[in-house]
Structure formats: structure tokens, C-alpha cells
T-cell receptor, first 112, second 112 residues
Framework: SQTIHQWPATLVQPVGSPLSLECTVE??????LYWYRQAAGRGLQLLFY??????ISSEVPQNLSASRPQDRQFILSSKKLLLSDSGFYLC???????????FGQGTRLTVV | DQQVKQNSPSLSVQEGRISILNCDYT??????FLWYKKYPAEGPTFLIS?????DKNEDGRFTVFLNKSAKHLSLHIVPSQPGDSAVYFC???????????FGTGTRLTIIP
């Protein structure tokens, strides 16, 4: 069966520090991978999505970047965190042209 | 540019009555629409979907209606139960780029 792992579950980081959130998928190959952020009043905002290794589409200009070094690994990064980067980050993968989406448990990031 | 919008951030409904959640979209190229349910600190889980060529899909207590001319869809839950209390997101899918775009969410509270 397919599973998605996302860690850490919670993270408190000072302003200006780097960030690395990791997401891995098991039990499938060549998944589409997504990073979303849930913020008050903005719903689930799509940050990045990837249809293959090294292929990253960025949806909004921001202080974050994403990389896909392996087929089932998706990493969300920042060189210097801002207060506005605080939020709940969700990794997801999809199959069947996106009709089925599976989400990780999320990471609550607090930038202080 | 919010392509999928849920104009009601919150909704309270008496247990046993009908809950109606609404969603509007701007992109006429979406192929499928989906509803997800989300509890705090968890990833969203899939509820029900509808193809853009249909106008209604029913699954147990959940029914989704699509009005393409108005670019509007709604989720009906009847009868509403306390376990239905959660945040509900509508989402739209474009098969061309397999991108899943979420709305802003509606927090549904079922009053016992």
C-alpha cells in the first residue's frame, strides 16, 4: 500500500534561520508531488508541484524553494525564514491524473 | 489570484438538518471538482468528486451539485452529524497539468 511520510510534525525556528522539510512517498512510482500551506483566510495554498525528478513548478513568489532529488522525495526549503513563513505545511501526492490525492500529516512551522 | 473561492469561512448547522457548503470558481478549463474534509493538525481526506460533464453526484449522505454556467458547486450533507464538524475544502483539477487547486475552506460546526 502507498504511504506518505512528512516530518517533522512541529517546528519552531528563529527568523533568519534555514528550513528543510522532507516528504517521502512509499509504494508507488513517479507520483505527482505537491507542497501546500494552510494559512488563515487563504485556505490550502499550492506552493510547488512536481511531475518528475528535477521538475518543479512554483505557484507563488515567495521565500521558499522546493527540490525533488529522487522520484519519491520532495523537499521544501528556505535559506532565511521570515515571520510570514509561519503556517501549516502539507505534502501530498496524487495518482490517476490527480483524481486521487493523499496528504501527509502536516508540519506546523512557527517562526519566532 | 484565487481561482477557487469559498465565500463562507464558517457555517453552523443543527444536528439532523442539511448542511450546504458553497464554492465558486473562475477557470472554465477545470475538468473535475472535489471536496475534502480536514480535521485540525491532519491532512485533508477525500469526500466526493464530480466531473465537469455532470451536474450531480451522490454518495450516501453527501451530494455534490455543479452549475457550470454559474461556475458554482455545492456540497450537501444530510442529515448532518456531529462528526461532520471540520473544515471543508473544495478543489478543482485540471487534467492538462494535473494541478489540484484548493479553495479557502469553510469551517462547519454541527450543533448537537
Amino acid at each position: 500500500s502507498q504511504t506518505i511520510h512528512q516530518w517533522p510534525a512541529t517546528l519552531v525556528q528563529p527568523v533568519g534561520s534555514p528550513l528543510s522539510l522532507e516528504c517521502t512517498v512509499e509504494g508507488t512510482s513517479n507520483p505527482n508531488l505537491y507542497w501546500y500551506r494552510q494559512a488563515a483566510g487563504r485556505g490550502l495554498q499550492l506552493l510547488f508541484y512536481s511531475v518528475g525528478i528535477g521538475q518543479i513548478s512554483s505557484e507563488v513568489p515567495q521565500n521558499l524553494s522546493a527540490s525533488r532529488p529522487q522520484d519519491r522525495q520532495f523537499i521544501l526549503s528556505s535559506k532565511k525564514l521570515l515571520l510570514s513563513d509561519s503556517g501549516f505545511y502539507l505534502c501530498a501526492w496524487t495518482r490517476d491524473r490527480g483524481l486521487e490525492a493523499f496528504f501527509g500529516q502536516g508540519t506546523r512551522l512557527t517562526v519566532v | 489570484d484565487q481561482q477557487v473561492k469559498q465565500n463562507s469561512p464558517s457555517l453552523s448547522v443543527q444536528e439532523g438538518r442539511i448542511s450546504i457548503l458553497n464554492c465558486d470558481y473562475t477557470n472554465s478549463m477545470f475538468d473535475y471538482f472535489l471536496w475534502y474534509k480536514k480535521y485540525p493538525a491532519e491532512g485533508p481526506t477525500f469526500l466526493i468528486s464530480i466531473s465537469s460533464i455532470k451536474d450531480k453526484n451522490e454518495d450516501g449522505r453527501f451530494t455534490v451539485f455543479l452549475n457550470k454556467s454559474a461556475k458554482h458547486l455545492s456540497l450537501h450533507i444530510v442529515p448532518s452529524q456531529p462528526g461532520d464538524s471540520a473544515v471543508y475544502f473544495c478543489a478543482a483539477l485540471n487534467f492538462g497539468n494535473e494541478k489540484l487547486t484548493f479553495g479557502t475552506g469553510t469551517r462547519l460546526t454541527i450543533i448537537p
